[in-house]
C-alpha cells in the first residue's frame, strides 16, 4: 500500500476526512496521490474536510455481488460533491430511499464495516 | 497523413455468442473466428502479416498478441494488444487502418473474443479484476456494483437535469429486441414491450434487467487490408472513411460530467475524417451496455440535441425498418457480451449492413454507417465511420 493511501485511512480511523492539497494550485485533489494530478508536482498538504456535501448522483443498489453487501441491499451508493470542489464515491445512510435527491445537503459521519471506519453522508438535518 | 476510404474491412468471422464455451479457452474461441475471417476473405493464413488482439479472459497478459500468434501459426510483421475496455474492437480497427495505410503491413488481422465464467464473474474477485487500485482504495469500501451502478449514476442524473424516463430508456431495448428476433444468432429472441422492461427486476435503480447486458462467450475476427478495386473477393468492400477517438476518464466518478460524454469529441473527430456529418449516416451501431449508453451516444453523436435523447427515442423507431437503425443484430443487450468481441459485434454488424449481407433485418440505405466503441463508464471511445464500396 502507498504511503498516501495510508495516510488516508488513517486519518479517517482518527475521525477526519482529510484532503490532499496542492499550494501552487490552490486545489484539493480526491483520490490521494503522489503528485499533484494539475501540476505533476509533489509536496501535497494534507488538510481535514469541513464534511459538508451535496448529492451529485446516486443510484439504490438492489443486487450486489459483494459479500459485505449482500444483507444491506437496497443501499444507496452515491457520488458526493465535497465543498472543498472534489467528488468522492460514498454511501448516504439515515436517509429513506424515497428522500433521496440529486442536490440533497448532505454532510459527514462515520461509521464501522467489517472493522474499518468509513466516512459516508447523511443528510443535512434541518430541524 | 490517414487517407479516407483507402483501407477497407475485406473479412469477418463470428462466432454465434454462447453462455457456456463448452470447455474451449480465449485462443480457442479466436482461432475459430479467425478461421471464419480468413475464409470470409477469400484469403490464405499466410496472407496475414499483421495482428492486433484484445486481451483474454484468463489471467496470463503476458505476451498475449504472441501466444496468439504462436497458436494460430502466423509470423506476423506487426502486432500489438488493444486495451481501451469496450472501446478495443472499433480501436484495434482504426490502428490497423493506420498500419495498413502506412504501408506497414497488408493485411491486419483484429481479434477479440473471451470466456465467461460465472464462478469467477460474480465475486469480489471478479470485480476487483475489472477496477483500477484507486477504485479498490477509495471506492470499492462502498459497495458499487462495477458497472452496473456507474452507469446507474449516469441515467440518474441524466434524468435529473433533462427529465429523461424510465419509459424512454426502456424503448432502446425493445426496439433492439424487434432487431434480435430477425437475427438467427442472438441470445434472447423472444419479443419484449415497455412494460415487460420496466416489469423485469430493478438491479441498480434506475437500471432495470432488461437495460444491462449479459456476459456470454464468443470471438470476433476482422480482416483490415487496403482497398484493391477490382480485386477478387465475394463482397462489396465496406471501406474506413475515418475515425475518432477521446478519452477524459477512467472513473465516473472523477469524469467531468455524468451526462456529457468523450463521444462527442470522438464522433466530431471521425466526421471531419470522413468528411461527413451525422444527418449523412444511414445507421448506426453503437456499443449498448445500457439503455443509457445508447441515449447518450445519440445525443453527443448529433442525432439530436442534448438532453432530448430521451424523446429522440420515444419519436424514432430505432429497428431495421427505421429512420435511425440502430444496432441492427439486437445489439449487445439482446445477443450478450461476449467479453471484448461484444464491442466487435458492432463493426461486424455494419458490415454485413453496408454489403447488402443482413438478411431480414437488411436495411433500406446502406451507404455510411457509423460505429461506437465505448469502454468503462463512458471512458474510452473510439468512433469509426464505414462506407459501401
Redesign the interface.
Known amino acids: ?1 502507498t504511503d498516501y ?1 495510508k495516510t ?1 485511512w488513517q486519518y479517517i480511523s482518527s475521525g477526519k476526512l482529510c484532503l490532499q492539497f496542492c499550494a501552487a494550485c490552490q486545489k484539493y485533489i ?3 496521490r503522489g503528485l499533484c494530478p494539475h501540476c505533476l508536482q509533489p509536496g501535497l498538504e494534507w488538510k481535514e474536510a469541513t464534511g459538508q456535501g451535496v448529492v ?14 449482500q444483507d ?1 441491499t ?2 444507496i ?3 458526493i460533491d465535497l465543498a472543498e470542489g472534489v ?5 448516504l445512510i439515515d436517509c429513506p430511499l424515497d428522500q433521496v ?2 442536490n440533497l445537503p448532505v454532510e459527514l459521519v462515520f461509521i464501522e ?1 467489517k472493522g ?1 471506519t ?1 466516512p ?1 453522508f447523511k443528510p443535512v438535518s434541518t430541524a | 497523413m490517414f487517407q479516407q476510404g483507402r483501407t477497407c474491412i475485406i473479412g469477418i468471422g463470428e462466432l454465434k455468442p454462447t453462455l457456456d464455451a463448452g470447455g474451449r479457452s480465449t485462443l480457442d474461441l479466436m482461432a475459430e473466428a479467425a478461421a471464419k475471417a480468413i475464409q470470409d476473405a477469400g484469403f490464405h493464413k499466410d496472407d496475414i502479416d499483421g495482428l492486433l488482439v484484445t486481451p483474454p479472459s484468463e489471467d496470463s497478459y503476458f505476451l498475449w498478441p504472441s501466444q496468439v500468434a504462436e497458436y494460430l501459426q502466423l509470423s506476423p510483421i506487426f502486432m500489438n494488444m488493444v486495451e481501451l475496455g469496450g472501446a478495443s474492437a472499433a480501436g484495434s480497427i482504426a490502428r490497423a487502418a493506420l498500419m495498413v495505410d502506412a504501408g506497414v503491413c497488408k493485411n491486419c488481422l483484429c481479434l477479440s473474443g473471451g470466456v465467461w465464467d460465472k464462478q469467477v ?4 474477485e ?2 476487483t479484476a475489472v477496477m483500477s487500485q ?1 477504485e479498490i ?10 458497472f ?2 456507474g452507469y ?6 441524466h434524468m ?1 437535469e433533462y427529465g429523461t424516463t424510465p419509459e424512454q430508456l426502456a424503448k432502446i431495448a425493445v426496439d433492439q429486441r424487434t432487431n434480435a428476433m430477425v437475427n438467427p444468432d442472438a441470445l434472447f429472441k423472444k419479443s419484449i414491450t415497455v412494460p415487460d422492461v420496466l416489469a423485469s ?7 432495470h434487467l432488461l437495460e444491462i447486458v449479459r456476459p456470454c462467450s464468443g470471438a470476433s475476427a476482422v480482416i483490415v487490408s487496403r482497398l484493391s478495386p477490382g480485386a477478387s473477393n465475394n463482397h462489396s468492400p465496406v471501406t474506413i472513411q475515418g475515425f475518432g477517438e477521446a478519452y477524459t476518464h477512467n ?4 469524469a467531468p460530467s ?1 451526462t456529457d460524454s468523450p463521444i462527442k469529441l470522438a464522433s466530431q473527430r471521425a466526421f471531419q475524417m470522413a468528411e461527413v456529418e451525422a444527418k449523412d449516416i444511414d445507421l448506426v451501431s453503437l456499443y449498448d451496455c445500457y439503455t443509457i449508453t445508447v441515449l447518450i451516444s445519440l445525443e453527443d453523436i448529433g442525432f439530436c440535441r442534448k438532453g432530448e435523447g430521451g424523446k429522440f427515442v420515444e419519436d424514432t423507431d430505432l429497428t431495421y425498418k427505421g429512420s435511425l437503425p440502430c444496432n441492427t443484430h439486437g445489439g449487445q443487450l439482446s445477443c450478450g457480451q461476449a467479453a471484448f468481441a461484444g464491442g466487435m459485434s458492432h463493426v461486424t454488424e455494419a458490415v454485413r449492413q453496408l454489403r447488402g449481407e443482413a438478411g431480414l433485418r437488411q436495411v433500406k440505405n446502406n451507404d455510411l454507417a457509423l460505429v461506437n466503441g465505448n469502454g468503462g463508464v463512458m471512458s474510452t471511445q473510439c468512433c469509426l465511420i464505414l462506407g459501401r464500396g
Open positions: 500500500m493511501t488516508y480526491f483520490y490521494p451529485h448522483s446516486y443510484t439504490i443498489v438492489h443486487v450486489s455481488a459483494l459479500p459485505d453487501f444491506d437496497p443501499y451508493y452515491a457520488l467528488r468522492m464515491p460514498s454511501n435527491r440529486i464495516r474499518k468509513l459516508v | 464473474f460474480n465475486t469480489r471478479g470485480k484507486a482504495d477509495y471506492d470499492l469500501p462502498y459497495g458499487p456494483m462495477g452496473n451502478s446507474g449514476l449516469i441515467a440518474r442524473r435529473a427486476p430493478l438491479i441498480v435503480d434506475p437500471l472513473s465516473i466518478a472523477y455524468l
